[in-house]
């Protein structure tokens, strides 16, 4: 079966996407595992692009992992190579507003407008919608007048911010950190006055049609020491220092798990008076439905999908 690759989540800039296509026809080589790259940009639904049978490799974020009934196969996770990650396999959600406004805080933002991205987001939403509970524990009333999404993608939250249609945006600070290095006017433009904990980056997977021995030798193509050497600049376009194990049974996913459940349950913001379930697209319900019931089933409404979302 001949395999499909794409890095839409990361992949900022055209220069960036170029990279990221470099890095995966390394892995085929190295790997002996042909692999396409293809586009899929927004608007198209990244739940199309995760159901997809002949799926080798893309990042996923750990939420809809979470959910998924057939669990993907889990390649690695990328090392980021900033600072602030410690050299591990995490990320977090930075708060931004636009460089000119007066917001020294996260707090001073509340009673205004916030945007968020798509409802299986971690950094996007899951992440904000944790962050703020000891906020609305504080005060026990909505923290934000307004919830404006779903926007989609980061760069349509960092548009919003900057145009001034939200006052505060999440921003996944892995493509806070692309944007930076390789769009640094843009980067310029926005300040963060907030960040999450860190929790586990989204990490490259292929579907669960794809053999176990097949997932291996993608794996151990990134996990081989050559990929410093050979792809020395492929990584530092991409600001990462290299890739490392995301197994079910170790740290990654003990990590993930115990910081995505427990923002299952938390108060959703309000938006207009809908749940998020309510904005989704015939193609999104139907991911859902299909991956994201705990026993494979399909669930017979909205509602049904929408109780196993909010349990």
């Known amino acids: 079966m001949s395999l499909v690759a794409n890095a839409r989540m990361y992949a900022v800039t055209p220069g960036v996407r170029e990279a990221w296509q470099t890095l995966f026809d ?9 692999l396409e790259y293809i586009d899929h940009a927004a608007p198209a639904a990244l739940e199309t692009l995760w159901a997809r049978e002949d799926l080798g490799a893309t990042f996923m974020c ?27 396999p995490q990320y977090c959600t930075d708060f931004i507003v636009r460089a000119d406004r007066s917001f020294a805080r996260l707090s001073d933002t509340f009673g205004g407008r916030i945007g968020w991205t798509v409802g299986h987001s971690q950094s996007g939403y899951n992440a904000v919608r944790y962050h703020l509970l000891h906020y609305r524990r504080e005060q026990n009333e909505p923290v934000f007048a307004k919830w404006i999404g779903p926007l989609i993608t980061p760069r349509r939250v960092i548009e919003q911010v900057i145009e001034g249609k939200i006052d ?7 493509v806070h950190d692309l944007l930076k290095h390789h769009e640094p006017e843009t980067a310029a433009r926005v300040r963060t006055v907030e960040s999450t904990a860190m929790t586990p980056i989204p990490p490259l997977v292929a579907s669960p049609a794809v053999a176990d021995d097949i997932v291996d030798r993608l794996r151990g193509a990134l996990m081989s020491g050559s990929i410093q050497t050979e792809l020395a600049a492929t990584l530092e376009a991409r600001r990462l220092r290299g890739a490392t194990l995301a197994s079910t049974g170790g740290g990654w996913w003990g990590h993930c798990e115990a910081r995505l459940m427990g923002s299952i349950g938390t ?10 379930m309510n904005h989704l697209s015939h193609t999104q319900w139907r991911y859902f439905i299909t991956h994201h019931s705990a026993n494979g089933a399909r669930l017979a409404s909205r509602q049904r999908a929408a109780d196993l979302i909010n349990r």
Do not use: C, E, H, Q
Request: glycine letters at 14%; a positive charge; hydrophobic letters at 40%.
């Open 26 to 34: 390394w892995m085929a080589r190295t790997s002996g595992v042909p």
């Open 62 to 88: 750990g939420f809809p992992f979470a959910f998924a009934a057939r669990k993907p196969g889990l390649i690695a996770a990328p090392v980021p190579s900033s600072p602030r990650y410690g050299g591990l």
């Open 168 to 174: 505060v945006g999440p921003l996944d600070s892995y």
């Open 267 to 276: 108060a959703r913001p309000a938006t207009a008076g809908r749940n998020y």
